[in-house]
């Protein structure tokens, strides 16, 4: 097109140039077969416009055709398997979690107050097949983990589940022990108070995993058991002051000399009701044979129950760890040979009588505690007493939501040495999950 307009403006100059020695009658023929040439110009521009916008053919036309033809039908294949592995990838697969921030304010002591995003926890499981599931729990303590930071990273559960049946299935890899009310279960709107129970952390000390293998299932209606064969606790790392808790080895590059047996029995035939009885019995000397065999046997029993309004728990744990002159001797540490703990919890709901429309819970709580981590010494030894604690605490738990909890608490602390003042706490806290 560039072409034909050059080639009319030259023309046309050509025409100005020799305009005074042309004749009328010359001037009119050549505007005559310039007008003509002008529309012949348009015809060709007009045609070459179309021939832009038609498709291109060819003699190998028809082959092209089919070759994109089959490059569509690859793309739309390749793009249906993608959708079939997501699908795949996605289906039966879980994803949930929990987190928890604290805020406590110590008083009667020279300790400072803290606020700290406790725990931030996700759940990943898989169905594999319809009788092998897989579940997971990685948890970030304390926000943040480096060198010289309080925090850490952790794989608190992964395990393969085998459903054989209703009343024998194979679980294997690391498991919760399946000691007390909280180590099972500690998702923060499921208990009342800011912080797990100390009984639940120095007698119990959840949160509690080992790796191993073992058999749950039902043995009847509403009554349930839980069998594990599992790695053990190391007893040259048990305090006087938190008992046996130090000793968990967190599946951790974990010494593996010793292995202990633990087991649970639970019933909730009764709506609102459930009821357990579990141990953990086991060597935890880990081949050290100065700590002796050091043999923890963990003993508990709790209940629930929830009626109307009121929900109420109660807990109690011995613990027993023998050849403690032997640690003592190694470590250092008074460690009790007997530890005992106990407590009651009451809870009243009474958002109802606020709002009765509401979905939402607000309610008040109480739980009295008492737990002693030296119990009972070696030989004749006696404690001072600083370790035979007891704990009154009243707060309240309010839950827009039944996954998401708001609370506060004020502990009132004791211990049975006259020199020693135990140190009382106000917590705030907010928990969820999904």
Same mark, same amino acid.
């Given at each position: 097109?560039?072409?034909?307009?050059?080639s009319?403006?030259?023309?046309?100059?050509?025409?100005a140039?020799?305009?005074?020695?042309?004749?009328?009658?010359?001037?009119e023929?050549?505007?005559?077969?310039m007008?003509?040439?002008?529309?012949?110009?348009?015809?060709?521009?007009?045609?070459?416009?179309? *021939?832009?916008?038609?498709?291109?053919?060819?003699?190998?036309?028809?082959?092209?055709?089919?070759?994109?033809?089959?490059?569509?039908?690859?793309?739309?294949?390749?793009?249906?398997?993608?959708?079939?592995?997501?699908?795949?990838?996605?289906?039966?697969?879980?994803?949930?979690?929990?987190?928890?921030?604290?805020?406590?304010?110590?008083?009667?002591?020279?300790?400072?107050?803290?606020?700290?995003?406790?725990?931030?926890?996700?759940?990943?499981?898989k169905?594999?097949?319809?009788?092998?599931?897989?579940?997971?729990e990685?948890?970030?303590?304390?926000?943040?983990?480096?060198?010289?930071a309080p925090?850490? #990273?952790?794989l608190?559960?992964?395990?393969?589940?085998?459903?054989?049946?209703?009343?024998?299935?194979?679980?294997?890899?690391?498991?919760?022990v399946?000691?007390?009310?909280?180590?099972?279960?500690?998702?923060?709107?499921?208990?009342?108070?800011?912080?797990?129970? *100390?009984?639940?952390?120095?007698?119990?000390?959840?949160t509690?995993?080992?790796a191993?293998?073992?058999?749950?299932?039902?043995i009847?209606?509403?009554?349930?058991?839980?069998l /594990?064969? #599992?790695?053990?606790? *190391?007893?040259?790392?048990?305090?006087?002051?938190?008992?046996?808790?130090?000793?968990?080895?967190?599946?951790?590059?974990?010494s593996?000399?010793?292995?202990?047996l633990?087991?649970?029995?639970?019933?909730?035939?009764?709506n609102?009701?459930?009821?357990g009885?579990?141990?953990?019995?086991?060597?935890?000397?880990?081949?050290?044979?100065?700590?002796? *065999?050091?043999?923890?046997?963990?003993?508990?029993?709790?209940?629930?129950?929830?009626?109307?309004?009121? %929900?109420?728990?109660?807990?109690?744990?011995?613990?027993?760890?023998?050849?403690?002159?032997?640690?003592?001797?190694?470590?250092?540490?008074?460690?009790?040979?007997?530890?005992?703990?106990?407590?009651?919890?009451?809870?009243?709901?009474?958002?109802?009588?606020?709002?009765?429309?509401?979905?939402?819970?607000?309610?008040?709580?109480?739980? /009295?505690?008492? /737990?002693?981590?030296q119990?009972?010494?070696?030989?004749?030894? #006696?404690?001072?007493?600083?370790?035979?604690?007891?704990?009154?605490?009243?707060?309240?738990?309010?839950?827009?939501?039944?996954?998401?909890?708001?609370?506060? %608490?004020?502990?009132?602390?004791?211990?049975?040495?006259?020199?020693?003042?135990?140190?009382?706490?106000?917590?705030?806290?907010?928990?969820?999950?999904?």
């Amino acid at each position: 097109m560039k072409r034909w307009c050059l080639s009319a403006i030259a023309v046309m100059m050509v025409l100005a140039m020799s305009f005074p020695a042309m004749a009328a009658t010359d001037l009119e023929a050549l505007v005559r077969d310039m007008a003509q040439e002008m529309r012949e110009m348009r015809k060709e521009i007009e045609a070459l416009k179309k *021939d832009k916008k038609a498709p291109r053919q060819s003699s190998s036309s028809p082959s092209s055709s089919a070759e994109i033809q089959q490059i569509r039908a690859d793309l739309d294949a390749l793009r249906e398997r993608q959708d079939e592995g997501l699908g795949d990838l996605l289906s039966g697969t879980t994803l949930g979690g929990y987190g928890e921030l604290h805020y406590n304010n110590f008083k009667n002591t020279s300790a400072k107050d803290k606020v700290d995003f406790h725990r931030f926890v996700l759940f990943i499981g898989k169905d594999i097949n319809d009788w092998i599931t897989f579940k997971s729990e990685l948890e970030v303590e304390y926000a943040f983990s480096a060198d010289g930071a309080p925090g850490a #990273v952790a794989l608190e559960q992964a395990y393969l589940d085998f459903a054989l049946s209703d009343n024998f299935n194979v679980r294997a890899g690391i498991v919760l022990v399946p000691l007390g009310i909280i180590n099972e279960v500690h998702e923060p709107p499921t208990f009342y108070g800011v912080e797990r129970p *100390d009984v639940e952390k120095f007698i119990i000390p959840a949160t509690w995993r080992e790796a191993g293998i073992g058999i749950h299932g039902d043995i009847a209606p509403g009554l349930n058991y839980k069998l /594990y064969y #599992v790695s053990s606790l *190391d007893a040259a790392d048990f305090t006087e002051s938190s008992g046996v808790r130090n000793g968990r080895q967190k599946v951790a590059k974990a010494s593996a000399e010793d292995f202990a047996l633990t087991g649970r029995l639970e019933y909730t035939g009764i709506n609102g009701l459930k009821i357990g009885a579990a141990f953990f019995t086991g060597d935890t000397a880990q081949a050290n044979s100065a700590l002796g *065999d050091a043999r923890v046997t963990i003993l508990a029993a709790d209940a629930q129950y929830s009626i109307g309004d009121f %929900d109420m728990r109660a807990l109690y744990a011995t613990t027993k760890v023998s050849d403690a002159d032997k640690i003592k001797a190694v470590t250092g540490e008074d460690v009790g040979e007997e530890m005992v703990g106990w407590y009651l919890e009451g809870a009243w709901r009474f958002m109802r009588y606020i709002r009765p429309a509401s979905e939402q819970e607000l309610a008040v709580f109480t739980r /009295y505690s008492e /737990y002693d981590t030296q119990k009972k010494l070696p030989g004749d030894a #006696v404690a001072s007493g600083v370790n035979d604690r007891n704990v009154w605490m009243v707060g309240l738990d309010y839950k827009p939501s039944p996954n998401v909890s708001f609370k506060i %608490d004020y502990q009132d602390r004791d211990n049975s040495d006259s020199l020693i003042e135990a140190t009382d706490q106000l917590n705030i806290g907010v928990g969820y999950y999904f």
